[in-house]
Structures are given as structure tokens and as C-alpha cells.
């Protein structure tokens, strides 16, 4: 799994170099890593991609590291959301 994560993460370096706003937007990331290096063209494709988890998990480390850099009010909305992703659902544990 290692020489797996280190490909993912070799491609999204390329890609956010090529696409810089795919920084700043998962979706757009996950989408144009499929069509990039999976050969994704229509959505039955979806199926042999890489899994999305896989891709922001790599960036997410990335960018922990400094690899790569994304503005600040993203990674501010991003700590918000995550935030209130975490205090939504310990609450429904408890």
C-alpha cells in the first residue's frame, strides 16, 4: 500500500502544479485524478478509479508536510467544517 499512496501522491503534486485550483476543492481534485490517471470518462468507470478517501488522504498529508500549500481561507473553512463534523457526531455517540 505504501508504493500505492506514494504514486497517488506523485500525481496529485502534478496536478495541483497544472490545475491550482484543485487545491482549494476536493471534488475538483478526486474528479481530474480520475481523468488524469485513472481513465475516467463516464461514470460506470467510477468503479476501477482510485477511491476518493485515498486521494484527500494523500493530499491532506501533503499538505501537513508543506509539500503543498493551500490558502488560508480554505484551510480555515476546512478546520470549521471539520469541527463541527466532529462535535455533530460525538454528540450522536454519547
Not at 8 to 30: A, C, E, G
Not at 56 to 63: C, D, G, I, N, P
Request: glycine content about 4%.
Amino acid at each position: 500500500m505504501g508504493r500505492k499512496m506514494d504514486t497517488v501522491k506523485h500525481n496529485i503534486k502534478l496536478l495541483v502544479k497544472k490545475f491550482p485550483d484543485s487545491k482549494n476543492n476536493y471534488n475538483m481534485l478526486i474528479v481530474l485524478y480520475w481523468q488524469h490517471f485513472d481513465g475516467y470518462q463516464h461514470i460506470s468507470d467510477i468503479a476501477h478509479t482510485t477511491p476518493s478517501e485515498s486521494i484527500t488522504r494523500a493530499f491532506r498529508e501533503l499538505v501537513r508536510k508543506g509539500e503543498i500549500a493551500v490558502n488560508q481561507q480554505t484551510l480555515k473553512i476546512r478546520r470549521n467544517n471539520e469541527r463541527k463534523y466532529r462535535l455533530r457526531y460525538q454528540k450522536e455517540r454519547c
